[in-house]
């Protein structure tokens, strides 16, 4: 007998999805979808309008990484019209996109991660979620949030606002950032260097305790996407674009401005999200997944020493490449960290502080420009094509949904035939660590 599952709607997640599971005779996993049930229409939104405008409309696009949005979008502006903002204004945003990094990771972790396995993934609802991990650890759960707020107090300081950023302009940022934020953050760096500690702590611990008995959960080799700088270190604010095959091999490497040489977009009928993958390799074939697991992938080293001892000791236990779906939060903690020593290096950097911070000659044109950054969850790339008098007619849009819907119905299905077929979770079931949160 066949039947349907429907998850709907999937919680935890920025906008709105829902998974359908087809099921044959004897519960065998014939079809899975993950179902994009949205759209937004923000590149026609953008389409007529002054390309200044721009970097106000896109932080709206997505609640989680306004900043992601508004950054990449100014970028895009910037080469469509030829611009290079003064090197402080290129500071101050690289600063903003790490407090960002910082922030949603800390969130990622502690509200969608670690009440699954605090509690354990077998454990009722009431009890995985982030209110039950504040009250069964309250000194975890004030880490979390002090360190979310600091990330926040960055982008409010640098952005204007926490949420919806308006300093950055075509040419280079609206305003300095004033000596004495500058100190009042430097001040507060120990504790979110100590809460970071803390973070690895229970972060390793989980790792560990969960390690063997769910590496071989959901797992499905895909391709990688990410950025990193020339010498290969791990960036989420400026190089090239990387590509790895699922063997660890690098199939491309390039400028943002090439990415239509390279991006495959395939249009799936049951969702409003299109699949990216790799041209040269094909569709389904060239599926690449993006985040924090991706760019650690990718990546041959990270840019700060702390970050880099985690980095090494993550390679050395999982390998290169690694298709294990719990490490992403091993890899999250990684880029947490490398978030926080950035910041700090940006606020003891005197440049930082520099009024320099704007062109007054920025002049619409003609052009076509693309402005890329890596959001918390993926590579974001703004395409903007600009008329003689600097309004937008045409817009292109890569967020990292469209990088990562293909391999995330991949692993959902994975996932169904080892649960429906294999019976997994009856056979690990009794192996899954003692729960800290009861």
Excluded at 181 to 202: A, C, M, N
Excluded at 306 to 330: D, K, N
Aim: glycine share 8%.
């Amino acid at each position: 007998m066949s039947r349907e599952i429907k998850i709907e709607p999937v919680t935890r997640l920025e906008g709105h999805g829902n998974v359908t599971l087809k099921l044959g005779p004897g519960d065998k996993v014939e079809d899975v979808q993950f179902n994009i049930t949205s759209t937004r229409f923000f590149e026609k939104f953008l389409e007529g309008r002054p390309a200044e405008h721009a970097p106000r409309i896109v932080p709206r696009i997505c609640g989680i990484c306004p900043i992601p949005h508004h950054l990449s979008s100014v970028k895009a502006v910037e080469a469509a019209w030829g611009i290079t903002p003064p090197r402080p204004a290129d500071k101050l945003r690289e600063l903003e996109i790490n407090g960002k990094q910082l922030s949603s990771h800390v969130l990622h972790i502690a509200a969608l991660q670690l009440p699954d396995l605090l509690a354990g993934p077998l454990a009722p609802p009431e009890k995985r979620n982030v209110v039950a991990v504040i009250n069964a650890l309250p000194d975890i759960g004030k880490a979390v949030l002090r360190a979310m707020r600091y990330g926040q107090d960055i982008c409010a300081i640098v952005g204007g606002k926490s949420v919806h950023p308006v300093t950055g302009i075509p040419g280079g940022m609206t305003k300095p950032l004033a000596e004495d934020d500058r100190q009042k953050l430097l001040k507060q760096l120990p504790e979110i260097v100590e809460i970071g500690k803390t973070l690895v702590e229970v972060g390793s611990k989980l790792v560990n305790d969960y390690m063997l008995v769910i590496k071989n959960f959901a797992v499905t080799p895909t391709y990688y996407i990410g950025t990193v700088k020339p010498d290969g270190g791990l960036t989420i604010w400026d190089g090239n674009i990387r590509i790895m095959d699922k063997e660890g091999k690098i199939a491309a490497e390039f400028p943002a401005k090439d990415y239509l040489n390279y991006f495959g977009e395939y249009v799936a009928p049951h969702s409003m999200a299109t699949h990216m993958y790799l041209k040269q390799a094909g569709y389904p074939e060239g599926i690449w997944r993006a985040n924090t697991l991706a760019r650690v992938n990718v990546a041959d080293k990270m840019q700060t020493p702390w970050a880099q001892e985690l980095f090494e000791a993550f390679r050395s236990t999982v390998g290169r490449p690694c298709h294990m779906t719990f490490a992403y939060i091993w890899a999250r903690l990684i880029e947490t960290i490398q978030a926080v020593e950035k910041i700090k290096t940006l606020l003891e950097d005197p440049e930082i502080v520099s009024t320099d911070v704007k062109l007054a000659d920025v002049e619409p044109k003609a052009g076509n420009g693309v402005g890329q950054t890596e959001a918390p969850r993926g590579n974001l790339i703004h395409n903007y094509w600009t008329d003689d008098n600097g309004i937008i007619t045409k817009a292109n849009l890569v967020v990292a949904t469209n990088n990562n819907i293909g391999g995330i119905e991949l692993t959902i299905k994975t996932a169904a035939k080892q649960i429906f077929e294999d019976k997994i979770v009856e056979s690990i079931a009794d192996k899954l660590p003692e729960p800290m949160i009861k």
